[in-house]
């Protein structure tokens, strides 16, 4: 049976689409070469991890990427406004709460994002619990964080559905024995959700 349901954050219950924001106002070889040498760099996955801090990669990426010094800084700017609410996901917190479920947040944040997002949006106050990447130093699709969720908050993964949009995240989450959803921008949460659960 079906007791906690683990959300991850970006385009799950935040909007996160720097590259079709970037292709939007950008030349689109910069939109390119930003999303591969920036968002999707390691280290990008080293800031959310908690190893730099955001001011540290952008400065990194203006030492290495000095022809786009203009959009890297624009780009430093606009990334807080890009992260707002997927309000037909969020929706959805009060209502598996009332139902009895615990609902937790396992995601790669970096801490003054994270910071940033967690003032600003009240549907963090259904969480029971949540484990931020750069505040534990650990980061998806390592297994090493979702044992400390599993640890901290004394949860089954048999118990448990996962939720996130990595493929590479779901399954180290089934190899946890989480039940998973893969979430696509195809799907609608709402109807993966009934499929697993009642409410």
Known sequence: MIKNIVFDLGRVLLEWEPYQYMLENFPKHVADEMNEKIFESKD???MDKGLMN???LWQKKMEELPHLKEYILRMKEAVPKLLRPIEK???LLPRLKEKGFKLYALSNFSEKNFELVH???DF???FDGM???SHVKLAKPE???FLELIKRYRIKPEESVFIDDKLENAKTAQEL???VIHLTDQMDLEEELRKILEF
Request: no cysteine.
């Open 44 to 46: 990008f996955w080293f």
């Open 54 to 56: 955001e001011d540290q």
């Open 89 to 91: 996901n969020t929706r």
């Open 119 to 121: 003032k600003k949006f």
């Open 124 to 126: 963090f106050k259904y």
């Open 131 to 133: 484990v931020i990447s």
């Open 143 to 145: 297994k090493e964080i």
């Open 177 to 179: 024995n989480f039940k």
